[in-house]
C-alpha cells in the first residue's frame, strides 16, 4: 500500500491515535495518522538526521560543546539519540516517551541503540522534569508532538521553569516549535520568556515551518562571531553535521539581539 509518498510498511493504533511507518528507497518515516513526518531514518545511514529541524535542534551544541548528560522529551524515530550516541560517546541520555508502543516501534523499526548509555522513561514529560529537577544536564531536547500539535503538557511556563530548573548553568534547552500557526507560536514564545527571560534564540530550519528556540540557563558570554564559527567548525568536522551554516543562521536571525551575547567586532577578546 502507497501512502505518504511510500510504502507503508506497519500500522497500529494506541490510546493516543494512529502510529503509521512508511518506507521509499532511502527513508523510512514515522507518521501519527497524518502526511506529517514525525521522525526520520536514513536507510543508508541511520546516524544521519534527515529532516532539517532535527539538524536545528543540535543548534545547542554550539554554546556547549562537549555534553555529559542530555535530557530527550518526546523518542519518535530516535533520530536525535542515535545522532548523540554515535558522536558523543560520554553523553548519557535520559529520554522520556508517554507512549510505550512508539518505545517498542523505535526499537524494532529504527535501529534505537541498545545501549546502557540510554535510559528510556515511559511518562509524562512535564511529570518527568517536574520530578527531577535536582538532576543537572547540559543539553535539554523538547520535541513532544502528536498528530495535532504540541503536547499541552510541555507547552506551559510551568513546564519550562522546570526544564531550567535541570539544567547546569551552562546548559542550553531547544524546543521544536510550528511557526506556522502565528497564534500559538507567540504563546509558546511567551512562556519561554517567562521562565527564562528575553535571552532567547530563534533559529528556523530550512525548508520548513519549525522554528527552534534555544533557552540558555545562564546568559551567554560574549564572544564574538568569530569565536562561534570555531565550535561550529570543529562540530563540523566531528559529526560532519552543517554547523558553521548553522552559526551563520543563528546570528542572522538573532540581530541585533544576538550581539548582545555574541557582538561583532574586529578586535575578538581573548
Known amino acids: 500500500m502507497r501512502l505518504y ?12 491515535g494512529s502510529i503509521e511507518i512508511v518506507q521509499d528507497e532511502w527513508v523510512r518515516a514515522l507518521h501519527f495518522g497524518n502526511a506529517v513526518r514525525q521522525s526520520a531514518m536514513s536507510l543508508h545511514d541511520p546516524s544521519q538526521l534527515v529532516l532539517p529541524y532535527t539538524r536545528a535542534m543540535m543548534g ?7 555534553p555529559l548528560r542530555a535530557l530527550l522529551i518526546g523518542l519518535g524515530g530516535g533520530s536525535l539519540i542515535r545522532f548523540l550516541s554515535q558522536h558523543f560517546p560520554a553523553c548519557t541520555l535520559d529520554v522520556v516517551e508517554i507512549r510505550e508502543s512508539v518505545t517498542k516501534l523505535a526499537r524494532g523499526y529504527f535501529l534505537l541503540p541498545d545501549d546502557e548509555r540510554l535510559h528510556i ?32 503538557a510541555v507547552a506551559t511556563a510551568e513546564f519550562y521553569r522546570d526544564c531550567r530548573a535541570c539544567l547546569r548553568a551552562t546548559g542550553i534547552l531547544a524546543v521544536n516549535l510550528w511557526g506556522r500557526d502565528r497564534a500559538a507560536y507567540r504563546a509558546l514564545y511567551t512562556a519561554l520568556q517567562a521562565a527564562f527571560g528575553k535571552k532567547l534564540l530563534q533559529l528556523p530550519a530550512e525548508g520548513t515551518s519549525n522554528i527552534i528556540t534555544l533557552a540558555p540557563a545562564r546568559p551567554l558570554d560574549k564572544r564574538g562571531l568569530r569565536h562561534l564559527l570555531q565550535a561550529a567548525r570543529a562540530l563540523e568536522s566531528h559529526t560532519h553535521l552543517e554547523f558553521v551554516r548553522l552559526a551563520r543562521r543563528l546570528h ?3 540581530s541585533p539581539g544576538l550581539a548582545r551575547w555574541l557582538p561583532l567586532s574586529k578586535a575578538a577578546p581573548r
Not at 5 to 16: K, V
Not at 140 to 147: K, N, P, T
Open 60 to 66: 545547542g551544541l554550539l554554546f556547549n560543546a562537549d
Open 5 to 16: 509518498h511510500g510504502t507503508l510498511i506497519h500500522r497500529s493504533r494506541d490510546d493516543y
Open 252 to 254: 542572522h536571525h538573532n
Open 121 to 152: 522513561h515511559i511518562a509524562d514529560g512535564a511529570d518527568f522534569v517536574r520530578r527531577t529537577k535536582s538532576a543537572p544536564y547540559d543539553l535539554i531536547l523538547v520535541d513532544a508532538y502528536d498528530h495535532a500539535g504540541i503536547a499541552p
